[in-house]
């Protein structure tokens, strides 16, 4: 079993910055891809970014390119999400995940996923 626990989430400003963080433990995850999803009020959960624990290789949606920095620290078991230049269609809650899968970094479904977080809000004002 992996556990994840976000935090870092928090009302911020149109251009503003926030960094989540996204605390694992339990199982090695050393082998894990980590993701981070958003979901918006009224929409699906949608891929964010993500970041493979033992290469730090990572990938990121359309969406949040040249914004958004997904990165780890393997000392402190800590993966997380810089977001800069934040806009109101940001806004939502975003959890942490974590998968089994190994072989791919491009994880962009729920389903590929086995662990989740349980989300921390992100309201960004206009």
């Known amino acids: 079993q992996v556990q994840l626990v976000e935090s870092g989430g928090g009302l911020v400003q149109a251009g503003g910055s926030l960094r989540l963080s996204c605390a694992a433990s339990g199982r090695t995850f050393i082998n894990l891809v980590m993701g981070w999803f958003r979901q918006a009020p009224g929409k699906e959960r949608e891929f964010v970014a993500a970041?493979?624990?033992?290469?730090?290789?990572?990938y990121s949606a359309d969406a949040v390119k040249g914004r958004f920095t997904i990165s780890r620290d393997n000392a402190k078991n800590t993966v997380y999400l810089q977001m800069n230049s934040l806009k109101p269609e940001d806004t939502a809650v975003y959890y942490c995940a974590a998968s089994r899968i190994s072989y791919s970094i491009m994880l962009v479904t729920t389903t590929s996923y086995n662990y989740w977080g349980q989300g921390t809000q992100v309201p960004v004002s206009s």
């Open positions: 970041i493979k624990w033992n290469t730090g290789s990572t």
